[in-house]
């Protein structure tokens, strides 16, 4: 039987500032720890873990934003009582508030 060669490791940006390029999963010897570094400028975001497979399985998951389910439920509730402009300034608002963008 022959060995495969293991495919190659995909990690996702960095959740924080979105660089494309972190570090490939090391063994930190000082802290016996999996790390895992974004690497992207002025970025510090690091991801650690007791096993490879685990801090991989860390740094590529992304939580959902629960204020944004939150968000939407409001303004589609909200919808339905205010008047259209309104409604539209206060998704815009929202958006703007949850993505951290200066509107739509």
Same mark, same amino acid.
């Given at each position: 039987?022959?060995?495969?060669?293991?495919?190659?490791?995909? #990690?996702?940006?960095?959740?924080?500032?979105?660089?494309?390029?972190?570090?490939?999963?090391?063994?930190?010897?000082?802290?016996?720890?999996?790390?895992?570094?974004?690497?992207?400028?002025?970025?510090?975001?690091?991801?650690?873990?007791?096993?490879?497979?685990?801090?991989?399985?860390?740094?590529?998951?992304?939580?959902?934003?629960?204020?944004?389910?939150?968000?939407?439920?409001?303004?589609?509730?909200?919808?339905?009582? #205010?008047?259209?402009?309104?409604? #539209?300034?206060?998704?815009?608002?929202?958006?703007?508030?949850?993505?951290?963008?200066?509107?739509?």
């Amino acid at each position: 039987m022959t060995n495969l060669p293991e495919p190659p490791i995909e #990690l996702l940006p960095c959740p924080f500032c979105g660089y494309n390029e972190p570090s490939s999963p090391h063994y930190d010897k000082d802290d016996e720890l999996w790390v895992i570094c974004c690497g992207g400028f002025d970025c510090c975001t690091m991801t650690y873990a007791n096993s490879e497979p685990t801090v991989i399985e860390r740094w590529n998951t992304r939580a959902t934003d629960s204020r944004l389910e939150v968000a939407i439920g409001a303004l589609t509730e909200a919808s339905l009582v #205010l008047p259209k402009g309104m409604a #539209l300034k206060s998704v815009e608002y929202a958006l703007a508030t949850l993505t951290g963008k200066d509107g739509i």
